[in-house]
């Protein structure tokens, strides 16, 4: 199962198009796509699951990037940041209108579109967890946090951020997207919670409880101190412990009744 980020590139210029793409996936991101006009991202875009929007301004066709990236928030919300050699007032003034993460100008500098995309989903991810009910995607991705809103991660701690079904976890440099369905075992090693997959396992600097809080989905449910397990993934159970594929963990006598319970309403 690939955990990359997956982007779409909006560039009517093959060679700045093919050379983007192809720093992107050395990072270790993945291109779903790339849109030389308005007609080609849009159907890529419903086609594939973007969690990241790339997009020069000045493409060819009926729709120039801005315009796209309108028709694009209309299907559902997804952060933005803009690559363009165009930084007149005017053409910012009709970009902010859709809320962009960034707008870098041409040639882009790949740390600073790194750190561009890193901020873009931690910023996108905490607006969508402070919007649950939002009606509209302009509403998910202009709204502002309100000033008294208490910081949810303590400082100095990694970050969980959670999109639909998957979450995003800090692993050095750059998020990594993982489906909440991949989620075998969430097992607290001292001051961190271990993630473990169906293919990798991922450490975040964050207490078992701060993660099943930050999760808050049915789907998990504490069975033991030590560990939380999907109980969709559950394969054998007995008075003692809970096997899920290849992994094993012990089931607490305080925890049982609230696992019996999850299992009987998944």
């Known amino acids: 199962m690939d955990h990359s980020i997956n982007i ?5 210029e093959a ?13 270790g991101y993945c291109v779903v796509g790339m849109a030389s006009n308005g007609a080609k991202a849009v159907d890529l875009f419903r086609r594939n699951r973007v969690d990241l929007l790339l997009c020069d301004i ?4 009926e729709l120039d990037g801005i315009e796209t990236a309108h028709q694009l928030l209309r299907i559902r919300p997804v952060p933005i940041i803009y690559l363009t050699a165009f930084s007149d007032p005017d053409t910012v003034e009709r970009a902010k209108q859709t809320a962009p993460a960034a707008y870098m100008t041409k040639p882009h500098n790949l740390l600073n579109l790194r750190i561009a995309i890193d901020v873009a989903i ?40 959670k999109i639909d079904d998957y979450v995003f976890v800090k692993q050095g440099f750059q998020f ?8 075998l075992v969430l097992e607290a090693e001292d001051t961190y919670t271990v993630f473990v997959t169906t293919v990798k396992k991922y450490a975040l600097r964050q207490s078992l409880s701060a993660v099943l809080e930050r999760l ?6 504490r069975v033991h101190r030590s560990y939380a397990i999907n109980v969709n993934r ?5 008075d ?8 094993s963990v012990p089931l607490g006598k305080n925890y049982k009744d609230e696992f019996m319970r999850r299992l009987q309403v998944r």
């Open 176 to 183: 990594v997207k993982i489906s909440l369905a991949d989620i």
């Open 234 to 238: 559950v394969d054998t159970f007995d």
């Open 8 to 12: 779409l590139i909006v560039e009517d």
């Open 122 to 161: 931690h910023n996108f991810a905490r607006q969508t967890q402070l919007l649950p009910g939002s009606a509209s995607p302009e509403a998910a991705l202009t709204a502002e946090k309100k000033p008294d809103a208490p910081e949810r991660d303590p400082p100095g701690r990694d970050t969980i951020l």
């Open 15 to 27: 060679i700045l198009a093919m050379a983007l793409c192809d720093s992107l996936e050395a990072e």
């Open 58 to 61: 000045n493409i060819r066709g």
């Open 216 to 221: 808050n989905h049915p789907r998990f449910v």
């Open 240 to 247: 003692h412990g809970i096997t899920l594929g290849s992994q």
